[in-house]
């Protein structure tokens, strides 16, 4: 039997791959689900069209999830809060300077995600024992499964679109003022090391896969009651239909350990609190990088070893279009991210920027309202409507090898310490990258504000704690993902990657553990 613990992306992509080759798999999950009354909510929703929705409920939705001058608090889905929930039997982490979340909800951080996706650039993976092309036909299997939206343009000269189906996501105006004056200043922005193209997002934004598309009802950022934006959840629940998989919710995995030539999983059961034990041929391990950490940490007896893991540091940067898109508040939209700028320039990092600009959604206001009061100042509704009509959001990441790391400790009683290590190359880059973006976006139309650099492990592209070597050391693995010192178990998730670029993580981490599972299988 092999094993796989998570139903994250990665897990879904490692116990895809071996389903598909038509192996006994056994997936192991803590499986938290949302409440009867929200599933109910959402499935009430997704029966109707977005006009026929009555309005007390709509608001009461959105109500749940906070804006504040920093963005928003906690995005959930559809109201639920089930992803953040952590179980009575886990302990809980201890956390400084630093952000990090973990998930022991079906799916994972995959209900929550932004949904953008891209390949890590081959020309970034030297410190890899493999290359990019041993990752193109995983990038290929990985999106049959997972939909992807987009368009053929200047992006796909950088990345070809690695699946046959891409979607095309409707365009707000705000989307196509922007990319409008990103043409006209083309040839400018190049020269200057900038391309630019429209958003790849995990998206059935054309109903291929579920039959339904895209409403543009706004509320992608409290989750999609049609289920267009892709959770891992809806591939496990085609998994679980399958004759070889054989699905085991509600439990916590604490350790593995050598039993023969095989591995025994201790875990808990979340619902009885009683131990059990599983037996398997080999373990795919993918539980996320917090509990991936405290699972090898615990099952190495590693008690007090530091463990430093890899982080692509996040920047949040404002800007203001010079052009109003009168009616953007009413107009509508999807609120996912619409334009990418890919940065190329080695003053400020030898390795490629990721940028996401995002338009215009409802929390907005909220935001800007709250950023604007700690300044002194009060709401005019003029000036306010004339901000909110210009305004757009940025996001951007850096490299690895610039960006801040996350320290790792399994302290005596079990809990995992966790302290965030701040770059001072990554304040330096942000700073230059703002000066940057704000040159070039008067070429554009765009002025850019100033740069927030988050704190270690904004942004959830975190990883590299068991790094695959061609040669491994201790706590290091193989180009399978196989840990020195423990044979047959697999490390899948983006524990394993060696760096991180700066584009999206979970479409590489995806694509590695579907070649791990085939490969190894």
């Given at each position: 039997m092999y094993c796989v613990i998570g139903s994250g992306p990665a897990a879904i992509s490692a116990a895809s791959a071996l389903a598909q080759r038509n192996l006994p798999v056994c997936i192991v999950d803590t499986a938290l689900r949302r409440r009867e009354v929200d599933r109910l909510l959402r499935q009430k929703f997704a029966a109707g069209e977005p006009e026929s929705w009555a309005t007390d409920e709509l608001a009461e939705l959105k109500s749940r999830t906070v804006a504040n001058a920093h963005g928003v608090e906690k995005k959930l889905d559809f109201g639920s809060d089930h992803v953040y929930q952590q179980l009575p039997v886990a302990p809980d982490l201890e956390i400084r300077d630093a952000t990090v979340l973990r998930s022991f909800a079906r799916g994972g951080l995959s209900n929550v995600w932004g949904a953008s996706i891209l390949p890590y650039p081959d020309d970034e993976l030297d410190s890899w024992p493999i290359d990019g092309t041993e990752l193109g036909e995983h990038y290929r299997a990985v999106l049959e499964f997972v939909p992807q939206s987009g368009a053929d343009d200047c992006l796909s000269e950088l990345f070809p679109s690695a699946g046959e189906n891409m979607q095309s996501m409707p365009r707000s105006t705000q989307h196509v003022s922007l990319l409008r004056d990103l043409e006209r200043a083309r040839e400018s922005l190049e020269e200057s090391g900038i391309r630019f193209g429209t958003a790849r997002l995990a998206v059935d934004a054309e109903g291929k896969s579920s039959g339904s598309h895209c409403r543009r009802c706004g509320l992608c950022l409290y989750g999609c009651p049609y289920g267009l934006i892709y959770s891992a959840s809806t591939t496990l629940e085609d998994l679980i239909e399958r004759d070889?998989?054989?699905?085991?919710?509600?439990?916590?995995?604490?350790?593995?350990?050598?039993?023969?030539?095989?591995?025994?999983?201790?875990?808990?059961?979340?619902?009885?609190?009683?131990?059990?034990?599983?037996?398997?041929?080999?373990?795919?391990?993918?539980?996320?990088?917090?509990?991936?950490?405290?699972?090898?940490?615990?099952?190495?007896?590693?008690?007090?070893?530091?463990?430093?893991?890899?982080?692509?540091?996040?920047?949040?940067?404002?800007?203001?279009?010079?052009?109003?898109?009168?009616?953007?508040?009413?107009?509508?939209?999807?609120?996912?991210?619409?334009?990418?700028?890919?940065?190329?320039?080695?003053?400020?990092?030898?390795?490629?920027?990721?940028?996401?600009?995002?338009?215009?959604?409802?929390?907005?206001?909220?935001?800007?309202?709250?950023?604007?009061?700690?300044?002194?100042?009060?709401?005019?509704?003029?000036?306010?409507?004339?901000?909110?009509?210009?305004?757009?959001?940025?996001?951007?990441?850096?490299?690895?090898?610039?960006?801040?790391?996350?320290?790792?400790?399994?302290?005596?009683?079990?809990?995992?310490?966790?302290?965030?290590?701040?770059?001072?190359?990554?304040?330096?880059?942000?700073?230059?990258?703002?000066?940057?973006?704000?040159?070039?976006?008067?070429?554009?139309?765009?002025?850019?504000?100033?740069?927030?650099?988050?704190?270690?492990?904004?942004?959830?592209?975190s990883g590299g704690t068991f790094p695959m070597t061609a040669s491994p050391g201790p706590l290091q693995c193989d180009s399978f993902g196989e840990l020195r010192g423990l044979p047959n178990l697999h490390i899948v998730d983006s524990s394993v990657l060696p760096s991180l670029s700066s584009t999206t993580i979970t479409l590489p981490a995806m694509a590695n553990a579907h070649r791990i599972a085939s490969e190894v299988s």
């Open positions: 070889n998989v054989d699905y085991r919710p509600g439990l916590w995995v604490q350790s593995l350990q050598r039993d023969g030539g095989k591995l025994r999983l201790r875990a808990t059961n979340t619902v009885s609190g009683h131990e059990e034990s599983l037996v398997a041929d080999r373990v795919f391990l993918a539980a996320g990088v917090a509990e991936t950490a405290r699972i090898v940490l615990t099952s190495m007896e590693q008690v007090g070893v530091p463990v430093l893991g890899l982080h692509s540091d996040r920047i949040t940067l404002p800007l203001l279009r010079f052009k109003r898109d009168r009616g953007i508040r009413s107009e509508a939209v999807h609120t996912l991210s619409q334009v990418f700028l890919e940065l190329r320039d080695e003053s400020i990092c030898e390795e490629m920027i990721h940028v996401q600009i995002y338009g215009y959604n409802d929390l907005y206001p909220e935001s800007l309202a709250a950023r604007l009061r700690r300044f002194g100042i009060h709401r005019s509704r003029k000036a306010y409507d004339i901000l909110l009509e210009r305004l757009m959001v940025a996001f951007a990441y850096l490299h690895s090898r610039l960006s801040s790391k996350i320290e790792y400790v399994l302290a005596a009683d079990g809990q995992l310490r966790i302290t965030g290590k701040p770059s001072g190359e990554a304040r330096t880059a942000s700073r230059l990258l703002a000066s940057k973006l704000r040159r070039n976006g008067l070429r554009f139309g765009a002025l850019f504000g100033n740069p927030n650099l988050h704190l270690p492990g904004g942004g959830n592209h």
